[in-house]
């Protein structure tokens, strides 16, 4: 139960890192920061492997890649991507 509770605590992390280098963080709520750093996680995991520090079972630095990677995609795709 507690390794789920990190998981979700290090994924809203990678999520909320994400959507700050990305400058998407402002329109992101607390649960779409938790599920794009899951899935980011995810993603970044399977294209990059797992190397680098983990913590909750999660690569970081895989894991904060494949998180910007799917914060831009999904942002292109709803066409809310601004230029600053």
Request: with cysteine; aromatic share 8%; hydrophobic share 60%.
């Amino acid at each position: 139960m507690l390794h789920w509770i990190w998981v979700l605590i290090v994924g809203g992390i990678i999520g909320l890192i994400a959507g700050a280098i990305t400058k998407r963080g402002s329109s992101m709520g607390w649960i779409a920061n938790i599920i794009a750093g899951l899935l980011g996680s995810s993603l970044g995991e399977w294209i990059l492997g797992s190397w680098g520090p983990q913590i909750a079972g999660m690569a970081i630095i895989p894991s904060i890649i494949g998180a910007v990677v799917l914060v831009i995609i999904v942002s292109v795709c709803l066409g809310i991507w601004q230029k600053d």
